[in-house]
Structures are given as C-alpha cells and as structure tokens.
C-alpha cells in the first residue's frame, strides 16, 4: 500500500524544537545542579564519595527503567500528557532536594525525579523527531538534547556557586529551581498537540499494525548496537559529570570558584557536541561520526588525566573531552535510535536505548566510581570512565548508515557506477 503524505509543518516544527529543547535543557539542570554543591553538603550531611555515586545512580537508574517503560506508553496514548505531568513532578522533586535531612531522604528525592525525568526522555525526543523534517531530524533532536549539557553541565555550576553568593545555603538553590519548570509545562499544555501531521508519522503505510510488538525493537541491529553504545558512552559522561568537581578540588585542589569555572566546560562543550555532532552526522552519516567521537573523547580524557592544577587548560580539555562524549548522547539517543525504529516504536526505541544506557552507564557505573574513590582514590574514576569510552569504539564499528542524506547519496553513486 502507498503510504499517505502530508505538508510539512515547519511553522510547529520551530515550536516544538523551542520549547521542548528549553524542556529538556531544564531536565539537565534540576539532575546536575547537585554535583557542583556536594562539598557542601558532604559536610552539612555528613556524605560520602561512594554516597555521591549512589546518588547519581539511583537516579540514572530509576530514569532508566522509567523511560524504557514511558516510551512504549507515549507511543500508545500519545506524547503530550506525559511531557506535562513529568515536567511538573521533577521540578517540584528537585526543589524537595533543599528539605533533605541525610541520604536516605536525598536517595528517595533522586530516585523519584529519574522517574520523571525517565518519562520525559523518549516522549520528548520523539516529539521532536516527529516534528522535524527528515532532513533535519538529526541536527533537531541533537539541539534539542545540547540543551541537557548547556544547562545541567554548563550553566548549572555557575549557577549554583554563583547563587551561594547571595542566598543563606546551598538549600535555597535547590528550592527555587521548580519555576523555570513550572511555567514551561504551562506551555506544552498551551502549545503543543499529539497529533504531529509530519513525514515520520504520516508515512505509515495503511494496513500497518497501530502498535506494533515492543519485542520487534530486539530484531533491529542498530537499535541493539545504539543501547550498547549508550552504555559504553554515559559510563564514561556520567562517571566525569559525577567525581570531576570532587576530583578537581580534593586531588588537584582548586578552590570552589575555579571548580566551578572548569566543571562549566563539560557543559558547554557538550552542548555544542550533542546538536554537532548530529547535525555532521546528517551530511558524513551516523557510523563514521559516532566512531570518531568515541576515539576523541578517549583521547581527550587521556590528555585531561595528566593535566595539572591549571583551570584554563583543564577547562579547554574538557571542553573537548565533551563535545565528543557528551556530543555522542545526543547522536545515539536522538538520530540513530529513532532512525533504528519500527514503524510505531519511535519513543520506543529513544527510551530502551537511553533507559539501558542509564541504567547500566549512568546508573551502576558512577556507584562504581564512588566504591572506587572511597577506597583507592578519585583519581583512579578517570581510568574506569575511559574503559567505557574505549568499548564504545569498538561497538560502534558494527553499525549500519541510516542517515537519510548519506544513503541517498551512496545510493546514487551506485547508480551512477
């Protein structure tokens, strides 16, 4: 059967990509802003190195689980419910993060939000996938997903050591970070629709299943290929994200300002990773891209590894370091997932890929590095998160060209040979 066409919505295409990009860059803020404030609170609680990577994990794990569980949902009832009440619940929880007493609340907060932040994923992302044009697809969700780096591993470091400047503790950072949040779920509840009218949903063949078997994801390679990779790439991310700010100011001993200032370069170097990355991808295709970013960012962690007390060369390492890590989240959750899909298992796909990645990667692995910096020493996660790196290499080598723009021109050069 011919599969039915529909204009293109460009027009809802930029509104979608704003505000969910704006949606998820906020996602990126409420999981990280604790990393650049948890000297303070080791020593207001009493916490530890291995209770910071528990923190960390238990949220990653929970986000997993949850994700893996919401994508299959989204693609059944649609996205926009799901966005709104998942916006609204994490940046309540994250305020909540301030009210802690001890671990124990802490871990109950952490693991709640990666429920919401879990849901929020793969509904996102595939909205935006939907809204875009395939020939921008990959740049689209690759901007839309920056925005975690930019805003949760840029800007969040800042933010917090600079607002610790002008409020009582580091309680009150937490509290007021529900607002931004807040007002955005307004807006998808005002803006946005369920019903996309796009090339990625209107090309669906008439007589095709509604909802297909979730188990159908299992006999697509790249799908398979993009969970392990996740894997490999957010145990090397994730694992930075978590023990770096402790790294610098324990083993390299810069004060918390100087921390900050570095810590910032995982943010912003991400940020410029994850949308380019993707959007190289559209032209160079998925494969190459994602293999040369797994070797860039092991080189780079090397380099940052044996890198001294300087915070302006600790800073452009880093920076470099990210854009290839953190650039390759984007690039696998986003573009390759979603190209990976059967048809009807879009969010689907983003969410098994990302919940395995965050729960394996972003979720035992930084308990790991905790266990391994309480007993051997910080220094020694760098080392571990570079094990992740180099895996993902290899896995990667194994992918198949989905790129729409890639394929076709391979396609013509075989015509024209």
Known sequence: MKPHLTQHDSRYERKTLVLLAIGFGLVGLDRWIIAPLFP??????????????????ILSIAWGVCSIAMGRLSDKIGRRKIMIAAMIMFSLLSSFSGFASGFLNLLLIRAAMGVAEGAFTPTSVAAVGEASHPSRRGFNQGLQLSMFALMGLGLAPIIATQLLRVVPSWHWVFAVSAIPGLIVAALITLLLRDDPRNELVSLVAVGTPRHPRWSELFKSRNVVLAMLATLCAMAGIFVIGAMVPNYLVDYLHLDTEHM?????????????????????SDFAGRRLTTVSAFVGAAISLYVFARTGASPVALFIVLFILSFFAVGLLGLLTGPIATEAAPIGLVASAIGITSGTGEIFGGGIAPAVAGFIAQHYGIQFTLQFAMIGLVCGAFVSLALIETAPRRRL?????????
């Open 260 to 280: 900050g200032f570095v810590v910032s370069a995982i943010g912003f170097g991400g940020f410029l990773g994850e949308f380019g990355l993707a959007g190289i």
């Open 409 to 417: 021109k391979d396609a013509v050069a075989t015509v024209a040979e």
């Open 40 to 57: 303070l609170m080791m020593k207001d609680l009493g916490l530890s190195y291995q209770q910071l990577g528990s923190l960390i994990g």
